[in-house]
């Protein structure tokens, strides 16, 4: 069992940059996957970026280059930090994990995770 807790989003103005921070908790000994998915009004769930428990990270490419996912895996939690954010980066930004799910062939999809946070609100405006 694993729970998320991610930190609280915000506003930024197009060109600027966000940090979000996502904690789990968990009595298993390795989260093996923890990554970032985000979901804008009318739209479906997306893969952001993933990073494995060796480090191993995937992005997509809608934000590879402005976006670099991070882990502490000794205090299990998984940062992402957003630059150069754009309008369309506004979206409720979700936490996921899996203990046994790797990153091996790319952006895993979204049934690759057991574990899900609330949600944060990121907003981007022009």
């Known amino acids: 069992q694993v729970q998320l807790v991610e930190s609280a989003g915000g506003s930024v103005r197009a060109g600027g940059s966000m940090r979000l921070s996502c904690a789990g908790s968990t009595t298993a000994s390795t989260i093996h996957l923890m990554g970032w998915f985000r979901q804008a009004p009318g739209k479906e769930r997306e893969g952001v970026a993933a990073?494995?428990?060796?480090?191993?990270?995937a992005y997509a490419g809608s934000v590879k280059g402005r976006f670099t996912i991070s882990r502490d895996n000794a205090k299990n939690i998984v940062y992402l930090q957003m630059n150069s954010l754009q309008p369309e980066d506004t979206a409720m930004y979700y936490c996921?994990?899996?203990?046994?799910?790797?990153?091996?062939?790319?952006?895993?999809?979204?049934?690759?995770?057991?574990?899900w946070g609330q949600g944060t609100q990121v907003t981007v405006s022009s």
């Open positions: 996921a994990a899996d203990l046994k799910s790797r990153v091996i062939y790319g952006l895993p999809d979204k049934i690759r995770y057991t574990y």
């Open positions: 990073i494995d428990s060796d480090g191993t990270t």
